[in-house]
């Protein structure tokens, strides 16, 4: 079979430099699972590597064209190419609650989407790794104080350790996007269990996002809060100045005051 066509609504662009598939497959230090699960693998160019692998390497591709190249070319994984959408797709279908790693050379137009679905499926994902728009990762990875500091930031970390590893060129891609895109690996947290209510800490992190700009005092007034909660001094500082903890903090005083 013809190497399959990039298409442009699936966000393909697809990895022809084999040294970068190479170091993002070494990537995962394949501890504490015995499945990986490569997402939107196109032609297979990291799929090679995590083959040589001692590990079970599945793939979950949406593209139909690339699944019958893969099935044509890949004979090691028969049976383990899913012909879903990841967004879509119950995983425990496969994986029946076991432990597995992602990555992947993430499709950019639903990069995010894949990161919450991830969150979703934190009890089973102990890692991650892959390559997103730079500016993605970067978020991801970021730390209190800047610009890129957001919902993603503070989601992601609240279970995982979060790193930024290599940026990458875009002449290495067909076709090459009109960004660079950057690697990074998120490890599950020893303790990722949070010491409040995980449905109004996702609550209270993306209330206190969507006004960045204003107060916490200001951003949250959505949540009634109690006069008497609000005079904290916690509240006088911007979404961007709370580090996790902080976050975690906050949501602690907002269940206390009984929202």
């Known amino acids: 079979m013809e190497k399959v066509k990039a298409k442009k609504h699936l966000g393909q662009h697809f990895l022809k430099d084999e040294s970068i598939a190479k170091d993002i497959a070494d990537t995962l230090n394949l501890e504490g699972y015995d499945d990986i699960l490569e997402i939107g693998p196109g032609m297979g160019v990291l799929t090679k590597y995590l083959l ?3 590990i079970n390497t599945y793939v979950i591709e949406i593209d139909t064209e690339s699944v019958t190249y893969l099935d044509e070319n890949y004979p090691k994984l028969k049976d383990k190419i899913i012909s879903k959408d990841f967004l879509k797709y119950n995983i425990n279908e496969i994986f029946e609650g076991k432990q597995f790693a992602i990555i992947g050379n993430f499709p950019y137009n639903i990069s995010t989407q894949i990161v919450f679905r991830t969150l979703e499926y934190r009890h089973q994902i102990p890692e991650f790794a892959g390559m997103f728009q730079k500016e993605v990762a970067q978020r991801i990875c970021e730390k209190k104080g800047t610009k890129a ?11 995982y350790d979060a790193e930024y590893l290599f940026t990458v ?3 290495v891609f067909i076709p090459p ?3 660079k895109s950057g690697v990074l690996r998120l490890r599950r947290k020893e303790d990722y269990s949070l010491p409040c209510g995980e449905k109004l800490f996702f609550t209270v992190v993306k ?3 969507q006004q960045r700009r204003k ?10 809060l109690s006069d008497k909660l609000r005079e904290d001094p916690i509240f006088d500082l911007r979404p961007e100045q709370l580090n996790v903890e902080q976050f975690i903090e906050l949501t602690q005083k907002i269940e206390a005051d009984g929202v």
């Open 177 to 179: 996007p009109k960004v």
């Open 207 to 209: 209330t206190a996002f």
């Open 149 to 159: 500091y957001g919902i993603l930031s503070v989601l992601v970390q609240a279970f």
């Open 215 to 224: 107060t916490l005092r200001n951003s949250l007034k959505t949540l009634n």
């Open 169 to 171: 060129d875009e002449n």
């Open 52 to 54: 040589d692998k001692p």
